[in-house]
């Protein structure tokens, strides 16, 4: 085990039984060193340091080592635990846990704040609505029956799929209407729900690749594991999909998610009557409210309402914290997603549904967009500016839509470094190889999210970016 501190680096011995290591314990820093520890081995284990199934050293020799108490090093395992890095079994010690726990999704602690996180994703969180949506729930409430608080209909209440479905072929071309929709707790919710109707080994299931992490992680943990179709400058690989075998696609084609390139309309073509031929699609729309150049590309399902899925949420407009997300779904399947939601969950919250319903019908939910249209449009500006200034020998990739950025480095570019050295500056970056099905085989990259920043944080995060990098 290596230990270091701000102004010098001790080697201790070799963990008895344990691996050999690197940890980081800045003990001049004001970061508490059990965090520290346990931000230096969650890394470990991300990273591919620390592989799954090792046994880690006892907690009294670990402390022993690092000379740090013992108290310490258990809340370090303890945290690592409840979060799924560590598995933890009586009599036989700590052990690295298996892939999918290392790779599942980071959520900060409160008291663990980046001064800059371009964490990729999040909407402005501090301009939710918190007025508009007080009105509409007490509108909501006003306007229902006690009879909706009880468990109803786990497909949702008639009133906010109808406006669900309102919204969707005015704003996006879908053909919905409420029969067809099933309301549920973000696009996450969706893709486990589809995946347990859709998934089994005779109906194989494909997924872009690169593609969003966290579905792939999904889809494994309800017993898919999904075929990877590559994607290039036009998106989805239509000839490669139709060769994969698979029956169901999983795509994002108004802004591929990570890359942000658009579906092109030659593709687009070819991957309905790809569908046509008794296949489906499932369309996730995750930011297609957000693209600053032009009018967004329509919905695929729109042209092809029999064969596609479409999905969508409140995640990229209001904020991830809602957990409010919608499937459109072909006739043939609605009763088997219906079910599927309804032994997740019974449904989702009545009184979100009631609040976001009237939102939608009052035009609140359209002033909203409009306004952060425009602010996430001087942010991805500002962004690319400071890119271009500070960071040129980045590239932008795909179009100007959503709230990301997606970049990537030369050939050989260390990454990793590039984000351990960033986060020693409390920015926060994301790395592109996760969102690859072989991570080994990614480009460097990075994922910038930008719209929960301002201009001058922006410019001031890649400026450290850009020193991290040197
Ligand atoms: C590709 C993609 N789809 C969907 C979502 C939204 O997920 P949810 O609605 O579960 O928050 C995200 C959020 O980051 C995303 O990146």
């Known amino acids: 085990m290596t230990i270091s501190g701000t102004t010098s680096t001790i080697c201790a011995p070799r963990v008895r039984g344990g691996p050999e290591l690197l940890v980081e314990l800045d003990r001049a820093g004001a970061e508490p060193l059990h965090r520290q520890l346990a931000d230096g081995l969650r890394t470990a284990i991300r990273t591919g340091r620390l592989a799954p199934h090792t046994s880690m050293p006892s907690t009294r020799v670990l402390a022993a080592d690092l000379g740090v108490s013992r108290r310490l090093v258990v809340d370090a395992y303890s945290q690592l635990v409840a979060e799924g890095f560590l598995l933890s079994r009586h009599g036989s010690g700590t052990r690295v846990a298996t892939v999918d726990a290392a790779s599942a999704p980071q959520y900060a602690e409160p008291t663990r704040r980046y001064d800059v996180d371009f964490l990729p994703g999040s909407p402005d969180l501090s301009s939710f609505p918190r007025n508009a949506w007080l009105r509409a729930l007490r509108q909501g409430l006003a306007e229902t029956g006690s009879d909706s608080f009880g468990y109803v209909d786990p497909q949702g209440l008639p009133v906010a799929r109808a406006a669900v479905a309102d919204y969707l072929r005015r704003t996006r071309g879908v053909q919905a209407d409420a029969q067809h929709v099933v309301l549920c707790s973000g696009a996450t919710q969706a893709i486990a729900l589809l995946g347990r109707v859709l998934g089994d080994g005779e109906l194989p299931l494909a997924m872009e690749d690169p593609g969003f992490w966290l579905h792939r992680i999904v889809l494994r943990h309800n017993g898919i594991e999904p075929l990877a179709v590559r994607i290039d400058d036009d998106g ?50 995750y930011d297609a409210e957000y693209r600053y150049d032009r009018a967004p590309v329509g ?12 999905v969508g949420s409140t995640s990229k407009t209001l904020a991830p914290g809602l957990r409010i997300g919608w499937i459109v779904i072909p006739p043939q399947l609605v009763g088997a997603v219906r079910l599927s939601k309804s032994l997740a969950d019974t449904g989702s919250s009545v009184m979100d549904q009631l609040a976001f319903a009237q939102l939608l019908t009052s035009g609140g939910y359209d002033r909203h967009l409009r306004q952060m249209r425009r602010r996430y449009l001087s942010r991805r500006n500002a962004l690319l500016e400071a890119l271009a200034h500070y960071l040129p020998q980045a590239t932008v990739l795909g179009a100007a839509a959503g709230v990301h950025l997606t970049v990537r480095f030369p050939d050989g570019y260390p990454i990793p470094d590039l984000v351990r050295r960033a986060a020693a500056m409390r920015v926060n970056v994301e790395p592109l190889a996760p969102c690859y099905a072989d991570p080994a085989t990614a480009p460097p990259g990075l994922l910038l999210g930008y719209a929960n920043l301002t201009e001058s944080q922006i410019k001031a995060g890649v400026a450290a970016l850009a020193r991290a990098a040197r």
């Open 236 to 285: 989805i690989d239509v000839d490669a999909l139709a060769s994969s075998g698979a029956t169901t696609v999983l795509s994002t084609p108004a802004h591929q998610s990570p890359t942000g390139v658009v579906l092109s309309a030659a593709r687009r073509t070819a991957l309905v009557q790809w569908a046509r031929a008794g296949h489906l699609i499932v369309e996730d729309d």
């Open 299 to 310: 919905a695929l399902q729109g042209i092809a309402p029999d064969r596609v899925i479409y």
